[in-house]
């Protein structure tokens, strides 16, 4: 009755539960009272079902390979209906979908895709790099699509098992890696712009080399406001196809110019938002001297990449240099690049990781930005980093029920954390699975079991 789960109106008078403002408040009670989980009809990982190929594809050269042109032996697809909620998670040989020619994810673009990876170590151990980031602005895209919510670390679990499946299509390589997208689709049999009635979630791998195929060398870049990527209010901030599908032009006007990809402006000031596909940063001394590395800010304009959340993170730490998210237009630019003040720019994402950045063509003028030996100092340590974090302390693919924390990047699903050189003093984390998940600094003394789906815990050791 109004709203209550099933089995709480005993406790009406506990949880407020007149008070809309109090929802979340009463989720968060209500499953810490019951222990069921959040989302009833979502996906369990539980519940998969696993359907083997009899056939094995060739293992594909890895020094010609192609970015995303080469797919591993199985998939995993999820459907869901309104009447009937998620269906069982299935891993099944990879082939094709067959869907209604009314489709609205074909007609409406009800769409919308995530990226991440899976990277094998010098101890042949097989890795997802912040997995719950991903799905975290994957369900943010789901909601602005008007596709169904789902569990989160549910998904998580059943791509983990499709990756443990074909974990032989993980390169042996410390130049390559399985890139993992996941894709959700509005599958509403009918025409007429609408929130669908079905949907289909789907997982597909893919072992991949650089993104570029000039390598990891700085691309050139065109600067023009005649074509705009995103704006206030629009889907810029959701990894949706539509996104992307309408950048393509753009991309080989900029070929045309003699340019690999399009340095994407806004605005009458021509802020600068993003590279290509890419996340920016500037690393300079701005206006008053300071050294400091710059992005732009989430406005809604910009896609929260996990790699550009990973490099901002990574470089407070370092405490070496201002790190900001501000705006940047191309007079700023302009006008550093005369001074002498600009050190490097570089892309950031999941697909390269991190891409310098050598020249801009703007205004007919071409802008070359600083590139000491085609990958600068910041960027080549970055990379570095980022890759040695993705190979050692990262979610292991073969067991999920130990997830340790060796590192304090590792804490990088949490909301708050104060650390340590050695260990984790204070964690303020957001749970959004029952699972019981053990932290290694904790191992002998702290378990969080059967935690409040969406609550908060904090733990806190003196040693």
Known sequence: PDGLPPGG??????????DPQHWGLIRIMYYEFTSKPCLLYSPQAADLVIELSQTHKAKPDLTNLVFGTVFSDHMLTIEWTSNGGWQKPHIKPFGNLSLHPACSAMHYAVQLFEGMKAYRDADDKVRLFRPMLNMNRMANSAERACLPAFDRAELVECIRRLVQVDLEWVPKSDSASLYIRPTFLGTEPSLGVKK????????ILSPVGSYFSTGAKPVSLWADSKYIRAWRGGTGDCKMGGNYGASIYAQYEAVDYGCQQVLWLYGDDHQITEVGTMNMFLFWNNENGEEELATPPLDGIILP?????SILELT???GEFKVCERYLTMADLRCALKEGRVKEMFGS?????????????????????PCQDDFPQLASRLMKELTDIQVRYTLLVTDINSMSIPHW??????????????????????????????????RRRSWLRSCPVGGHVCLRSSG
């Not at 109106?9 to 007149?18: D, I, P, S």
């Not at 669908?196 to 789907?202: C, D, K, N, T």
């Not at 749970?431 to 053990?438: E, G, Q, W, Y």
């Open 9 to 18: 109106e005993g406790r009406k008078q506990h949880l407020h539960y007149t």
């Open 196 to 203: 669908p009635s079905r949907a289909l979630l789907y997982v």
């Open 305 to 309: 990449g996990i790699t550009r959340q």
């Open 316 to 318: 407070r730490k370092w």
């Open 349 to 369: 994402g999941t697909a390269c990781v991190v891409s310098p950045v050598g020249r801009i063509l703007y205004q007919g003028e071409n802008l070359h930005i």
């Open 409 to 442: 990047f590792n804490v990088i699903e949490f909301n708050q954390c104060v650390v340590s050189e050695t260990r984790v003093t204070e964690v303020d984390c957001t749970l959004t699975s029952s699972r019981a998940i053990k932290l290694e600094p904790f």
